[in-house]
DNA sequence: CCCAATTTGTTCGTATGTATC
DNA sequence: AGATACATACGAACAAATTGG
């Protein structure tokens, strides 16, 4: 098949035979109809199916697989297979993104205070009966001071994956995403950032509370009420995370 | 430097020679400071760097490029640089995410009438009297019946404009960034879904008329007003929207 | 305007690794 | 264990694009 020609009219950026390729490709995909885990032609049929060589086709594989788009497995019946994005991807990409504009906590838990009450009150009627013991169990992770700093770093993520468990169970894909996403930004935040200082126990203690509290409303389905305490529970974590980032600059202040 | 040894002693998931070349670069460009712009060595050094093949390199180079991490030129003094992810980028590889979990258009005018309030009135202080203006050019646009399919198309592209400016004067770039990844979404929905529909001339009217209101707000710095104006103004559109959805699946079931 | 240098882009041929039967 | 089918990687060559003289 041969390829558009180049006007030349405007200053187009000229598109790379591999991008192309690998557009053709999502489009061959779309026209003939391939599911999810189907299989894709392998790299042979490829290579004539749109008239090039093996390396300008890995290159257009290798962008799908960046993206996410199809996993590429070796061997017999190996071969490129349609995919849905993963989850953990997804979020490493747009952190890619963000990095750039380098956001400040406060940034974060704006967004959660806006955000965490309305995921809570939605995955309310959600939960089933195994997730509330899930969050319980979550929860008792974290119900005594750790013993070591591994601890403490499970006690933490443990934290987050309360809110996640929360969000996946929202109902809504989008703010489903948004709230783990928040949830991994603040991980970030905590674990590569903040393990410096030394353990913040009343934090911990009000984390808890708070945890304790949204389960029993959970149970209770008192929806004001579970609205009410995730915003106070955002509200107090935000204000702990202030503290902790003035002793952080306080410390660096003494170090030099 | 020689690689990690392959232990065997999990199912670990054999992580590819380009995919490792990909992470050691990231690990070289932090390493050596490389800034933004800044020009990564050329595939030649890359090679005797790394020790591996050209087409190893380039498909290593291609994956941190699909990831906009780098942009690759051409010529002499081309070659690849450091690059910050662009915004388009971003929205497109997050829908590529997003796509699988097929939200509804009430997932997405949930969440607007969550965050656009709160968009507009952390804009408020921060818009120019540029922005002012721009917003008031942009309103103008559709402040008239379209003649044509395309002026229709370039009225809705404007409507969301609008939101996309406040949201990059809201100051909060995570906050930013969903808004205008939600005009993107709702951009899709709009032109590609709905265009078949009539032109529907009340919900047109109404938009006009809560930006014309904003605009009048924004410029009095009336927060509670901008605040409520844009809540009723999402609540119309997603109002407007569930019509039109309702009016599109019985056209569905007149065609069959 | 063309020429030459530089660097990416693409191709081919071959060899190696890996999973399946 | 051996054969097969496939991706993965290497190496050498050539094509195309951009820059500067």
């Known amino acids: 098949m041969t390829q558009h020609l180049h006007t030349h009219l405007s200053a ?32 042979k049929k ?17 962008s799908l697989e960046v993206q996410g788009l199809i996993t590429v497995k070796t061997g017999p019946n190996g071969g490129a297979s349609l995919a849905a994005v993963p989850y953990p991807l997804a979020s490493k990409l747009l952190r890619n993104y ?37 969050l319980e169990r979550i929860t008792q992770l974290c119900d005594h001071a750790p013993q070591d700093n591994a601890e403490r770093i499970i006690q933490r993520i ?49 984390n808890l509370h708070y945890h304790q509290a949204l389960i029993k409303a959970l149970r209770a389905k008192n929806k004001t009420l579970v609205q009410q305490l995730m915003l106070e529970h955002m509200q107090s974590a935000h204000q702990f995370n ?14 030099l």
């Open 12 to 43: 187009s950026p000229r598109i790379k035979r591999a991008d192309q390729i690998a557009e053709a490709i999502k489009r061959w995909v779309v026209i003939n109809n391939v599911q999810l885990g189907d299989k894709l032609p392998n790299e």
């Open 158 to 206: 443990a934290e987050l994956d309360f809110h996640n468990l929360l969000a996946e169970r929202c109902g809504n894909p989008i703010l489903g995403f948004i709230g783990h996403f928040l949830n991994d930004m603040i991980k970030d935040l905590v674990i590569y950032k903040k393990m410096q200082l030394p353990e913040q126990h009343e934090f911990s203690c009000a």
């Open 98 to 134: 963000l990095h750039f504009q380098s956001p400040s906590s406060s940034d974060l838990y704006q967004l959660r205070k806006l955000l965490e009450p309305e995921i809570a009150i939605m995955a309310m009627d959600a939960l089933s009966d195994k997730d509330l013991h899930e």
């Open 46 to 62: 490829l290579m004539d199916l749109f008239d090039c060589a093996k390396g300008t086709v890995r290159e257009a594989l290798k």
């Open 242 to 255: 202030l503290e902790l980032e003035a002793q952080l600059t306080e410390q660096l202040l003494v170090d």
